[in-house]
T-cell receptor, first 110, second 115 residues
Framework: QKEVEQDPGPLSVPEGAIVSLNCTYS??????FMWYRQYSRKGPELLMY????GNKEDGRFTAQVDKSSKYISLFIRDSQPSDSATYLC??????????FGKGTRLSVIA | DGGITQSPKYLFRKEGQNVTLSCEQNLNHDAMYWYRQDPGQGLRLIYYSQIVNDFQKGDIAEGYSVSREKKESFPLTVTSAQKNPTAFYLC??????????????FGSGTRLTVV
């Protein structure tokens, strides 16, 4: 079983839809959780950071961590064509390099 | 503007050749990382360096080598021993290894193709 599982998609939604992106993980020691957005042929950029369980909101984006289920989510409200990208989850125990999911490719259709 | 510069953007290598990918940062970050990205595989860690003159192997270090002689620079050499080097290579940095829990800053990547 891989440490971090993420459905690669592709996921295609109409403009204005609510998007839900998810990752599951097996290592209960993970405490620090991140979401990155990567446009085609570019490097990933940090979108959201969350420590331990709970929710964090930033504009149209909400990151959610459920440590009891080993499950993290990223919600995008009022999705826009400019949100079309690959979204990568990443996590860390705190003293090791980040472990990344495979990424989910999202297309928002105008 | 502070950031990470990777060069070249595109690189073509003949079979049996060694090539070096450049990564330079002006963020004053101590820690630097190299990842490889293949379609459907996500990001896989090749090498990382917590501080100058120190580096550790990641999950897929075979066929690669690195050096960290300066804080700003962390070049990656893809040797002829790497059997399948065609991929997108990403360099990243964090203020320190401990603060990597707050995430990395990535460069724009180098796409390496074997011809």
């Amino acid at each position: 079983q891989k440490e971090v599982e993420q459905d690669p998609g592709p996921l295609s939604v109409p403009e204005g839809a609510i998007v839900s992106l998810n990752c599951t993980y097996s290592n209960s020691a993970f405490q620090y959780f991140m979401w990155y957005r990567q446009y085609s042929r570019k490097g990933p950029e940090l979108l959201m950071y969350t420590y331990s369980s709970g929710n964090k909101e930033d504009g149209r984006f909400t990151a959610q961590v459920d440590k009891s289920s080993k499950y993290i989510s990223l919600f995008i409200r009022d999705s826009q064509p400019s949100d079309s990208a690959t979204y990568l989850c990443a996590m860390s125990v705190g003293n090791t390099p980040l472990v990344f999911g495979k990424g989910t490719r999202l297309s928002v259709i105008a | 503007d502070g950031g990470i510069t990777q060069s070249p953007k595109y690189l073509f290598r003949k079979e049996g050749q060694n090539v070096t990918l450049s990564c330079e940062q002006n963020l004053n970050h101590d820690a630097m990382y190299w990842y490889r990205q293949d379609p459907g595989q996500g990001l896989r860690l090749i090498y990382y360096s917590q501080i100058v003159n120190d580096f550790q192997k990641g999950d897929i270090a075979e066929g690669y080598s690195v050096s960290r002689e300066k804080k700003e620079s962390f070049p990656l050499t893809v040797t002829s021993a790497q059997k399948n080097p065609t991929a997108f290579y990403l360099c990243a940095s964090s203020m320190s290894f401990i603060t990597s829990i707050y995430g990395y800053t990535f460069g724009s990547g180098t796409r390496l193709t074997v011809v």
